[in-house]
C-alpha cells in the first residue's frame, strides 16, 4: 500500500510535467515575426516574413505575432505562386504572407502597419482553414491608381496638378503616363471625378473611359494640361485615373474553410481590398477599406471592398467601415459557364467566358448544378457532375450522371447549386466609394441589418446575368432592416436606378422570369434627395413596410424619371 | 518422347502468335492523327490533336502520324502549361503538341502544313526523351511583326503602304498600331530596314527602336504616315515592324534527352524557332527557319532562328536554312548567376538578372559550378551544390559542399560546369536574318563545318558576359573549316566588328583574361567587300591558316576601321 503524501507528490509531479509540456508545446507554436528580423534588413523585412511563415508550417505553429509600427516589404525575396483569382487578374504572383495550406493559424498583428514597395499581394489563404488576422493595416508606398487637381476645365482640354511625390507622371509619346509603373500595368482604364470637400464622387460624376492613353501635353510646375473631348469637371476637384489592372488584391481567399479577419484596414490595393472564392465561413469583423490616414488620397482600393465567388457556409461582414474604394462595397454570386457544345447523352462542354473567370474551377464530381436559358435566366434543368475535364483555363468538359434533355442549347448557361452562403452584414458603414453598395446574390438567407449607405450608385442591388458578368444570383431569402440609406444614387446615373433595385440581365421573357425571390425591405430610414425609391423587375414576393422616408435638399436631383416605386413583371408585391 | 512434326507444330504455333502479339502491339503503338479528325472540326483540329496526344500517352504509342496537307489549329482546346523559356518570354501558353513527360515517341508528318490562329506554340518537348519529330511545316495566319512597303522617305517622316490582308494596322490615339493583337503584345520593340529585292536587312540598316507606340496619321489607301525624326530608308524597300514580344517559340524543348527534329519547316513564329534549355543530344537535320513560301513576308522567325542554354550532350544542327529570322542563327551558352549576397561560411543568394531568364532553374544537388569576376570574367573559384533553394523565379539560395573563400564578392557571377554540348553545324545555309550567325559559347568541342554565311553581321561570335546577358561562354576548342563566308558584315555596325569576332563583355583585367581558348579557322573561303576579317580579344591560341580570301565589291565598305586582324590581350596567335 502507498501512503497518501507520496501519492499526492506523484500527482503533483506528474502534473507539473504535464503542464511543463503543454506550455513547452504552447511556446512552441506561438512565433514572434520580430525574432526573425535583423537590424540589416529593416529595409524590406520579407525575408523575415518568410523565414517565420516557413517555420510556422514546420512546426506546426498557431500563432505567428507581429509587432506593432510599420514593416516595409519589397518583392525581391517574396513567395511566388501563379493565382487565379475571380474578377481580379490572373498571374504569377509575389505573396508576403503565403498562408497556402495552413490550417489552426493565427496573424496576431498589434496595429502593424505593413508597407509595400511594388507589386505584392500582402496576404494568400489557399486551402487554408481555421485562419485569423487581426490587428494589420496595409498600405502601398506607390499607389496603383493616379490622382490629380483639376485646375481649369475648357471645352477641348483639362489642367491637372499632380503632387509628384505621390503620383508620378510623365508624358510619353504625348500621352500621359504612370512612372514607376512596370509595362503593362502603368495603364488607367477609367476617369472619375471626386468631390474635394466631400472627398467623395462628384455629384452626377460619370466614369470616363481612356485605354490608358490620354493625349497629354506638360505644362510645368507639375501641371498636365490633358486633351480629352467633351469631359465635364469642375476646378478644385480631384480627377482619379482608375488602375488598370487588378493584379494585387490585399486578401485573396482560395477553397478555405472557416477565416476571420477582424481589426484590419486595407488603405490601398491593386485590385480587391478583399476577394474570396469557393471559400466557407468567411467573416470580416471590424475591417476597414478607406484611404490611409495622413495622406492626401481620395481613393483606398482600386476595385470593390469586398467579394465572394461561389461561397458557401456564411458570409459574414460585421461593424466594417468600406468608403472610397473604386468600385463596389460587396458582391457575392455564383459563376456560370456557357454552354459551347452539347455532346449527347450526357457531356457539355463549357466555357468561363469573362476574362475574369478564367481558372476559376468549380465543378466537382458529385456536384449539383443547374442549366439556364442565358437569355431568360429560366431554369431549364438540374444536373450532378460525374465527371470533369480541364481542357484549359477557359474549356472545361462536364460529363453528367444522367442523359440531357433535349432542351439543353448551346449558349445557355450552368452554375454551381449544391451551396450558398448564408450572408450577415451588420453594423457596417459604406459610403463615398465609385459604383454601387451590396450586390447581393446568395440563395440561402442574406441579412442586411443596421447599416448606414452614403453610395453613389443603389446600395442595394440584384443583379445576376449569363451574357456579360455571368453571375450567377437569384436570391431567395432577403431581411433588409433598420439601415439607413443616407442620399444614396448622387452618382452616375449607369450606377443603378433607384435606392432598392434589380438590374439581372434578362433580355427576354421577362414576364414569365421571376428570378428574384422573397426581398423585405422594413423598419429603414431612407433620407433620399432621390425620389427612386424602388425599382425592380422579376421579382417573386417583395415586402416594402415600415419605413421612414425623409425628403432632403442635399444633392440637386438632375434625372428625369421621378417614380418612388417601380415593378414590373413582379408578384406579390407589398408596398406600404 | 514427343515426334518431331508436333515439335514443329508447337513452335510454328507459337511463333505465329508471338508474332500476331508483335503485330498488335506494333499497331497499337502507332496512332493516325485522320483517325480523329471528323469533318465538324476541319476548322480547328486541335480537339484531334488533343485526343490523339492523350491516346499516345494512355497507349504508350511510340508514333504520331500526321496527314499531309493544311491542318488549321486555334488556341480554344489546345492544352496549357506555364512555361519559363530561355531567351524568350514567360507565361501560361497555350500548346498544340504538349509532349511533356513523352518517351520513345516520334510525330511524324508528311508534307504536313500546320497552320496556326492566334497564340499557340506549336511543339512543347518537357521532359521528354528520345523524341523525333519529321515533316511538318509551321505558319501563322497572322503574322506577329509587321512589314510594309517604303512609299516616301522625308526629313520628317516616312510614308508606308501595308497589305492590310496581312499585315492589318490601325492608328490608335494618333499612334501606329497593329490589330489583331492582343493588349501587351501588340506592340513592336524595333523596326528594320529590308532590302526588297535581295530580300536582306538593307545595306547598313540600323535597329531603329520604338517602345510601340510611333506617332502616325492614315493617309487612306492604306497608306500611312510615320514620323520618326531622322529615319534613313529607301523607298521601295520593306520596313519590318520586329514583334514586341518572344510568347510563342515554335519548338520548346526543355529538360529533354535525345531530340532529333528533320525536316520540319518554320515559316514564322512569335519567338524564336527551336530553343532548348536545360537538353542533351539535341539535333535539327534538313530543318529550315525560311519565309512561307507564297506569301510576301521577307521575316521568318521573329528572333533567333535556334538557341541552346545549358544544355549538353550534343547539339548538331546538320543541312538546314536558317534565313531572314529577326535575330542570330543559333546562340549556345550557359547561364550566369548574379551573386546578390554571400552568407558565410557556405551560402549564396543568387538571382537571374535578364527577365528573360527568370525562372530558369538550373541549380542541382551535386552540380559543379564556378565563382566568376562579373567584370574580368577571371575565375575566382570552383564549388558543388550542396542544396538549392528556390525563393522565386528570381533568387535562388544555394547552399556549397565546401566553405566559400574570403575572395567571393557580391555581384560576381556563378554557373554550371557540369557539362557542356558538344557543337556541330555542318552543311547550312544561313543568311538574311537580322544581326549575327553563329553565337558559340560551348567549352565542349565545337566544329562548324561546310555551311554557308551571307549574314550581315559576324557569322562567326564569342559572346558571354557577366553584366548584361548573363550568358556564360569560353570555348576551349573549335574548329572553323570548309565553310563560305560571302559578303558577311553588310548590315548594322553594332552586329560585330568582323567576319569571325569576340564580343565578350570584359571590363576590366582584359591583360590578364584569356577567356576563349583555341580556336582553329582553316580550309574557309571569305568571299568579302568588308576588310575585316579577324577581330579578337582575350584569346588564348588562335590560328588562322589555308583560308581563302576574294575580295569582292558585291557591296560598298562604308565603316572607318579597315584593318583585316585584329588581335588584342591575345597569346599564341598564328595567322597566315
Known sequence: MRNKSVDCLIVTIVMSVVSMLLSCENQSKTIFLNDYITSDIQ???????????EDCNRLKANKLVLPSGHLQIKPDFAFERYCFVTNNDEGLKRIAFDLSGMEDIEIQGDDTHLDFIGYVVPFLLNYSNNVVIDGVSIDYTTPFHSEAEIVNVQKDFVDLKFDKDEFPYEIRNGLLSFANKPTGSGFYNSLLEFDKQKREPAHDAVDYWADGAVKAV???????RMFYDGMKATPDNILVFGCGHRLLPAFIISDCRNVLIKNTNVFHSGGMAFVAQRSMDVELNRCKVTPAPGKNRVLSATADATHFANCGGFVKLTDCLFENQFDDATNIHGIYCKITDVVYPDKLIVKLVHEAQHGFYFFKKGMKIEIVDNQSLAHIEDAVVDEVNIINKVYQEIVLKEPLSAFVEKGFVVAQTSYYPEVTIKGCTIRSNRARGLLLGSRAKIVIDSNYFHVPGSPIYFEGDGSYWFEQSGVRDVEITRNVFD???FGSPSWGKATVAVGSGIWKD?????????IRVHDNVFRHFDPRIVNIYCVDSFDFYDNILIETADYQYNQMKK????TTNCDNINIK
Not at 421577362?510 to 422573397?518: D, L, M, V
Not at 417614380?563 to 417601380?566: G, P, S, T, V
Open 563 to 566: 417614380e418612388a416605386f417601380i
Open 487 to 489: 442620399n444614396c444614387g
Open 510 to 518: 421577362k414576364e414569365n422570369c421571376r428570378y428574384h425571390k422573397n
Open 43 to 53: 529595409d524590406d523585412v520579407m525575408p523575415a516574413i518568410r523565414n517565420a511563415i
Open 218 to 224: 506638360d505644362l510645368g510646375n507639375d501641371c498636365v
